[in-house]
């Protein structure tokens, strides 16, 4: 089976740009989550949706969203983008509350490497 | 709000030794689930092991395992016999037991290298 797949790979903006990231969830996973890991740094959490609702979300400003799609892949834009956004972006997917004891455990993508300039 | 300390910023050790890594977090909950990520430089974010706070057991997968002291609220990491392919970035995370959210709150990171 495919993993947590996300796109672009790298990406590079401009200040005051906007940008949307993509992640395809593993076959099964109803839940998405979003982390910003800044270099040097542990990942912080931005949003967690399941079966297309929102969940949780993180202490990032309203110049992040995100959502989910009926086939639970996920997007998450960021707009009016600033220095400090420059970061890898995770994306982790789950099975869900259908998914038992186990259904909590995250599996995370490749990340986007986002730069700001 | 909870908090996960990793004080070690960075950890060599020698290929077949064993290395110890440090973890400790703060939360009022009496039930949580701990893990531990590991981070290699190609980024992909890899669960090593994970611990419920209600089994008093220490969790283990092959050659790591872990040092779980609720009551110190301390989680360490144990690698024995250390291969060349072990060297990434170790993260310890904390979530919280119930509810939708799966939100994951992660230390800073330990960065292990392991020499030939």
């Known amino acids: 089976d495919a993993g947590v797949t996300q796109s672009p790979t790298h990406l590079i903006k401009t200040r005051g740009q906007h940008v949307t990231l993509r992640c395809s969830p593993i076959s099964g996973h109803k839940s998405v989550s979003w982390y910003q890991q800044v270099l040097g740094q542990g990942p912080q959490f931005i949003f967690q949706y399941y079966e297309k609702e929102e969940r949780g979300r993180g202490n990032f400003p309203d110049r992040f969203s995100a959502r989910q799609f009926p086939n639970y892949s996920s997007e998450l834009n960021v707009n009016a983008l600033l220095l400090g956004d420059s970061a890898l972006y995770l994306c982790?997917?789950?099975?869900?509350?259908?998914?038992?004891?186990?259904?909590?455990?995250?599996?995370f993508g490749p990340g986007t490497r986002l730069t700001v300039t | 709000a909870q908090t996960v300390t990793q004080s070690q910023p960075e950890m060599s050790v020698q290929e077949a030794e064993t290395v110890t890594l440090s973890c400790t977090y703060d939360?009022?909950?009496?039930?949580?689930?701990l893990f531990w990520y590991k981070q290699p430089p190609s980024r992909q974010m890899i669960l090593v092991i994970r611990?419920?706070?209600?089994?008093?057991q220490n969790a283990t997968e092959n050659r790591f395992s872990v040092n779980f002291q609720k009551a110190a609220k301390s989680f360490s990491l144990k690698i024995s016999d250390s291969q060349l392919g072990d060297a990434a970035m170790y993260f310890c995370a904390y979530r919280r037991v119930g509810g939708s959210n799966y939100k994951l709150t992660f230390g800073k990171g330990t960065l292990l290298t392991v020499n030939p």
């Open positions: 939360t009022s909950e009496s039930d949580y689930y």
């Open positions: 611990q419920e706070a209600y089994k008093q």
């Open positions: 982790a997917s789950s099975l869900g509350l259908a998914g038992g004891p186990k259904g909590y455990e995250q599996y």
